[in-house]
């Protein structure tokens, strides 16, 4: 397959990018390197830098590549940031989405996989959270998730769109090989915050809440390690290719860690302290998300194989120890 990876120099389309041409397909990379990294899109790979949204570079690429699916992980994804900037979130995630679907109908690309996000859910009332719990985002960028996966399944009803829609829980982790790993710019993911606050690199780490009704009282989330959340994009490759079909799979672990959890794992892993301070909660942080991600388990034969937050975060801190400064590139 020739995969188009839109938004392939960011962290989690920079892993894809490698698994594709682990699993023997060829992918070319569009991007814009708003918050991208040139230097994280595999060698070899053929890149475009550009915007997902000019229509007349995504149409010369896909006749170029002969592009036979999109994977589209490109959007803005700082919750706060859409909060205060909602016309930016819709613009760069909803209205330039739309123009790549309509480029891609126009030229019969008629298989897409997309990142979608937990944050469809907004404050679920049950847990482990499957596909059909209510949809009710709190904030615009999952709003503008959501906004696509309506479009996407209108799109499937009226010109034949195969598509997988993915909702990862957090992505964290790092390659292997320590080649690539997270690196955005404000950080507000905790792994790599907390790591690099153990290095040294970064202040000390807030904790939002220690009254939450969970083990600790800090809040649970499940953590997915990158590579696994790869290796479920390229299992779908073979399950859209009929057209009108729509899947929707969440993606995590099923076991979810508190964030005391996990600067402990850190604590532990690195024998340094993690300089701490305890704060009153954020509004909009649910005292737990977990995934049940059996769909994706028995429609596509897919399971993590990072299964301890200790083999996740050991991959994040060998990148980090290695990338103090992350990329060269900014
Ligand atoms: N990281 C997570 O934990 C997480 C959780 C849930 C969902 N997601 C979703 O996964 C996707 C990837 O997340 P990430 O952490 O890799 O983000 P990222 O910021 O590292 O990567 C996004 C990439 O898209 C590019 N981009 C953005 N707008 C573009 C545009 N208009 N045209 C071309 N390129 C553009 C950026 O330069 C960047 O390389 C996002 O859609 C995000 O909403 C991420």
């Known amino acids: 397959m020739n995969v188009l990876v839109v938004g392939g120099a960011g962290y989690i389309g920079s892993h894809c990018t490698r698994q594709i041409i682990a ?13 991208g990294h040139r230097e994280a899109v595999a060698i070899g790979t053929p890149f475009y830098h550009g915007d997902l949204g000019d229509q007349a570079l995504v ?23 859409s909060v205060a900037m909602p016309i930016r979130y819709y613009k760069n995630n909803v209205v330039k989405t739309l123009a790549l679907l309509e480029t891609m109908m126009e030229e019969d690309v008629r298989k897409f996989i997309f990142s979608s996000t937990a944050a469809v859910y907004g404050m679920p009332e049950t847990m482990p959270i499957t596909e059909g719990v209510k949809k009710a985002p709190i904030n615009p960028y999952g709003q ?51 790591i690099r606050s153990a290095l040294g690199l970064a202040p000390v780490i807030k904790v939002f809440g220690t009254d939450y ?17 790869s290796r479920a ?42 300089p701490v301070e305890f704060a009153p909660r954020r509004a909009g942080d649910p005292p737990e998300l977990c995934a049940d991600a059996t769909c994706a388990r028995t429609a596509l034969g897919w399971k993590p194989l990072f299964t301890s937050i200790e083999s996740i975060i050991e991959t994040a801190w060998r990148w980090h120890s290695a990338h103090p400064s992350g990329y060269a590139t900014r």
């Open 59 to 81: 149409r010369q690429v896909l006749r170029r590549e002969k592009i036979d699916i999109v994977m589209h992980f490109a959007a803005f994804i700082e919750v706060a940031e």
């Open 144 to 194: 503008t998730k959501l906004d696509c996966e309506n479009i996407l399944s209108a799109l499937a009803v009226a010109h034949g769109l195969g598509f997988a829609v993915f909702r990862y829980f957090n992505a964290c982790g790092a390659a292997t090989d320590g080649a690539i790993g997270e690196d955005h710019a404000p950080e507000t993911h905790l792994i790599p915050n907390v």
């Open 213 to 229: 009704p969970t083990p600790d009282g800090t809040c649970l989330r499940d953590y997915i390690h990158v590579d696994d959340l």
């Open 233 to 274: 994009h390229i299992a779908a490759f073979d399950r859209i290719g009929t057209p009108g079909t729509q899947l929707h799979f969440n993606l995590g672990t099923g076991h979810p860690h508190s964030v005391m959890e996990i600067i402990g794992a850190v604590e532990k892993l690195s024998s340094k302290k993690v």
């Open 23 to 35: 699993a023997g397909h060829h992918p070319v990379v569009l991007d814009n390197l708003s918050s």
